[in-house]
């Protein structure tokens, strides 16, 4: 950690099940000198297989400890895969490279019991790749009486505050969040916090309406060849009482779950909607939560210029356009900064573990709601380091 720069991969595995993000950055120093380069970007799609066991991973009624436990090891090594995958694309190899830092693969998360379980074995990642491997970070938030989440903030802090103007910073994954930033100066934390569905229904309904056939609306192609069923979508939101909740509040697929979409599919059926008419609708729910949560909780209380979208969520140009449309002023992409959308999440806990590893508290207690700051994560030693250290 005495280098100038170091050379990382962060692996990021989200709640949209369709594979492992791997990004290589050179890093520069910690905290608020903190300077990130992208080297390298791979993204290694699960199977249908693997997506299939994921989800019944995810569900309690299909889950059981020892397909856990299994899946734990076999997840960790697809991990170790997609570090070997994004240093070879970057025609380095992994004796180059300094750490390798994993957020793993959330199968469950319960902030009001203080519980959260991601697998992906952080032993196996780091025996397979002889490098020194940091993760499993939401527990720590947690043991301190925080969410475990949202965790991207705190890099949305260091990298993209602004002198001259707020600004609020959109990840659409499988489940959508926000970090509020004003512009540098101002004495208000962060506020920070997930507004609920992202990409996870809206895939769920195009699997189910295709048979199978796709996994996502690629471009969001299909939600504008249907029409929004305006009424069914404001009953949607109403009853969605995630929505309503108290800050601070995280939640993710256990809530909105693939029987959500079954329901709401077969609603859509009922009212004699097309297919295509179900996806707007659906889709546009998701625009009606994030931009519930602007309107109603930031724009108040915060002065921002600009919105900016990062994750998978930047390919729907419906749900970019819905926004821009909800909100009434341009919403960008954060591409056009020149950082990575689709690497975001995956560089995030490559800085997350830089921080970890100088000893920083690297999570925001006003986005948690932990009681203090803490360095969340942990560390294995891979055994070519030990042996090398003897």
């Known amino acids: 950690m005495d280098k100038k720069k170091r050379l990382a991969i962060g692996l990021m595995s989200g709640t949209s099940l369709d594979g492992i993000d791997a990004a290589l950055v050179e890093i520069e120093g910690a ?29 309690r009624n299909q889950s059981t400890v020892d397909k856990i436990c299994r899946y734990n090891v076999e997840l960790g090594k697809k991990f170790a895969e997609a570090a070997h995958a994004v240093a070879e694309m970057a025609d380095l190899t992994l004796e180059d490279i300094d750490f390798i830092s994993s957020h793993g693969q959330t199968i469950y998360h319960m902030p009001d019991h203080a519980a959260t379980l991601q697998i992906g074995e952080l032993s196996v990642i780091a025996e397979q790749t002889g490098c020194l491997t940091v993760g499993d970070y939401r527990p720590s938030d947690m043991a301190v009486g925080g969410q475990g989440a949202p ?9 993209f505050r602004d002198e001259a103007k707020g600004r609020i910073l959109v990840n659409i994954g499988g489940i959508s969040n926000l970090s509020v930033l004003e ?27 295709s048979q199978g056939e796709s996994t996502f609306d690629e471009n969001g192609s299909i939600a504008a060849s249907g029409r929004v069923d305006e009424e069914w979508l404001q009953d949607i939101v109403d009853q969605d009482d995630y929505l309503k909740m108290d800050l601070p509040k995280t939640t ?58 990062a994750g998978g969520g930047v390919h729907n140009k419906t749900i970019l356009t819905g926004l821009e449309n909800n909100l009434g002023q341009s919403v960008r992409t ?3 900064l020149h950082f990575s959308s689709d690497a975001k999440e995956a560089i995030t806990f490559a800085i997350l573990g830089n921080e970890y590893l100088h000893g920083h508290p ?11 700051e803490v360095s969340m994560g942990k560390l294995v030693l891979p055994s070519a380091l030990t042996e090398g250290e003897q």
């Open 334 to 336: 954060l591409d056009e």
């Open 183 to 209: 512009a540098t100066g101002s004495e208000k934390g962060v506020l920070a916090l997930d507004t609920g569905p992202g990409n996870v229904l809206i895939d769920a309904v195009v699997q189910i309406g």
């Open 151 to 159: 965790l991207v903030p705190f890099v949305d802090d260091l990298l």
């Open 362 to 372: 690297n999570h925001l207690p006003s986005a948690t709601g932990a009681a203090k």
């Open 31 to 59: 905290g608020r000198t903190t300077k990130v380069s992208l080297k390298a970007f791979e993204s290694i799609s699960y199977s249908q297989e693997e997506r299939q066991v994921l989800l019944a991973l995810c569900d």
């Open 252 to 309: 993710g697929r256990e809530l909105y779950t693939w029987e959500m979409a079954e329901r709401l599919y077969e609603e859509g059926r009922q009212k004699g909607l097309a297919y295509e008419d179900i996806v707007a609708t659906i889709t546009a729910y998701t625009v009606q939560a994030i931009s519930y949560h602007i309107k109603k909780v930031v724009d108040p209380h915060y002065d921002t210029q600009e919105v900016i979208v």
